[in-house]
């Protein structure tokens, strides 16, 4: 795959630095421990935030928030309900594909990164505020 490309050291710490500062946020104050395997999940999710990989992030953040609140719960402490039916709804759709309807195309991958990114930080976002629900409640746009 010859678009596949290592980001740089500059950026890599950029986009690590804002996931540490997204955790700092959310564990201010938080009473609940996360779980021990949303917290393990957590270290595979900064890692494809860091390298740029937005659709893994999706995935993975949605695990986290399930694996620390529980798959069938249909909300969350700490995470707007609309939150986690938009990254449920959209992990959802990257998952099961649409084939007369891709949510995801190798076009994206090239033209729309910047969209991607957007929704990952999303996601990560959501992810904390699943760890960390009496700290907060917000997402990055709330915050």
């Not at 999940?41 to 740029?52: E, H, P, R, S, Y």
């Not at 969209?115 to 746009?141: D, H, N, Q």
Request: glycine share 4%.
């Amino acid at each position: 795959m010859e678009q596949l490309e290592r980001p740089s050291e500059e950026l890599w710490d950029e986009r690590r630095l804002w996931f540490e500062e997204q955790e700092a946020l959310h564990a201010r104050g938080g009473v609940q421990a996360p779980s021990e395997q949303a917290c393990a999940l957590m270290i595979d999710l900064q890692a494809v935030f860091c390298a740029g990989a937005w659709a893994a992030v999706v995935i993975l953040a949605c695990a986290v928030s399930e694996a620390q609140g529980g798959s069938r719960r249909e909300s969350l402490p700490g995470v707007p309900d609309s939150d986690l039916r938009w990254l449920r709804a959209l992990r959802n759709r990257l998952s099961h594909e649409n084939r007369s309807d891709p949510e995801l195309t190798i076009e994206d991958q090239w033209l729309r990164r910047d969209l991607w990114e957007e929704r990952a930080r999303r996601a990560v976002a959501i992810a904390f505020a699943a760890l960390y629900p009496a700290a907060s409640g917000k997402t990055e746009e709330e915050a």
